[in-house]
């Protein structure tokens, strides 16, 4: 999935193994046979071997010149953490580098749901989803959730409800248009949709009904 994120982007890769058991060391193996692999695409890659613990070696290599991390997810340890394994989490709480976490095999990268919010970090995170939908050509959904719908739409059909919501001055409208705007100017095929209730819960529901290639 990072070699089609690259290819889309024309990005160099740099293939990174950690090395935790000296006496089990196939790292020349595991990264001979990823290049192989990204390489039969054309793909710019270079390799590298660091020795130590997994996430604070990958943490520290993490913080310098790049800019995107690709992590698979492995090992669930805990309901807290039940999106990303541990080492992945971790490392997303440390970097201020953008981390792609691969959890399934994707083929392609044709529809991409953006999550809208007030942060810094959303903010960054609609950027960037900008650029990877302009240069994958994918179809673009910019989903805002809202923790408690406000008293003035209750009752609304959801199609009217946006319509509305669209028209206030408030943050979280002011958020969703900027976002919209955004990747209109990118002339990015997008459709904006707005959500009531618990975040997380929410964003799976999404994910689940349209089936999206990268979040």
């Given amino acids: 999935f990072g070699g089609l994120v690259a290819k889309g982007l024309d990005a160099e890769i740099v293939l990174l193994h ?3 058991d ?3 060391d196939r790292s020349k193996k595991i990264l ?3 290049k192989n692999i990204l390489e039969e695409h054309n793909l710019k890659v270079k390799t590298k071997i660091l020795r130590g613990s997994p996430e604070l070696k990958i943490i520290n290599e993490a913080s310098k010149d790049y800019n995107l991390v690709v992590l698979g997810s492995h090992g669930i340890n805990s309901i807290k953490i039940f999106l990303f394994g541990d080492v992945a989490y971790r490392v997303v709480q440390c970097v201020e580098t953008p981390v792609l976490i691969v959890r399934k095999k994707r083929k392609k990268l044709k529809k991409i749901l953006v999550c809208c919010g007030g942060s810094k970090y959303a903010k960054e995170a609609m950027r960037f989803g900008a650029m990877l939908a302009r240069a994958m050509k994918a179809k673009t ?3 805002h959730v ?7 739409f209750r009752g ?34 997008t459709q904006v949709e707005l959500r009531h209730g ?8 999404q994910a689940e009904r349209g089936n999206y290639d990268l979040i």
């Avoid at 618990?198 to 529901?205: T, W």
């Fill in 141 to 143: 959904t910019l989903l």
């Fill in 32 to 34: 001979e046979e990823g």
């Fill in 18 to 20: 950690v090395l935790e």
């Fill in 146 to 152: 809202i923790p408690e719908m406000p008293q003035m």
């Fill in 22 to 24: 000296k006496k089990k």
């Fill in 156 to 189: 609304l059909g959801m199609d009217e409800t946006i319509e509305k919501f669209l028209k206030t001055d408030t943050p979280e409208a002011r958020i969703l248009k900027g976002a919209a705007e955004l990747f209109e100017k990118e002339g990015l095929e």
């Fill in 198 to 205: 618990f975040p997380p819960e929410e964003i799976l529901n």
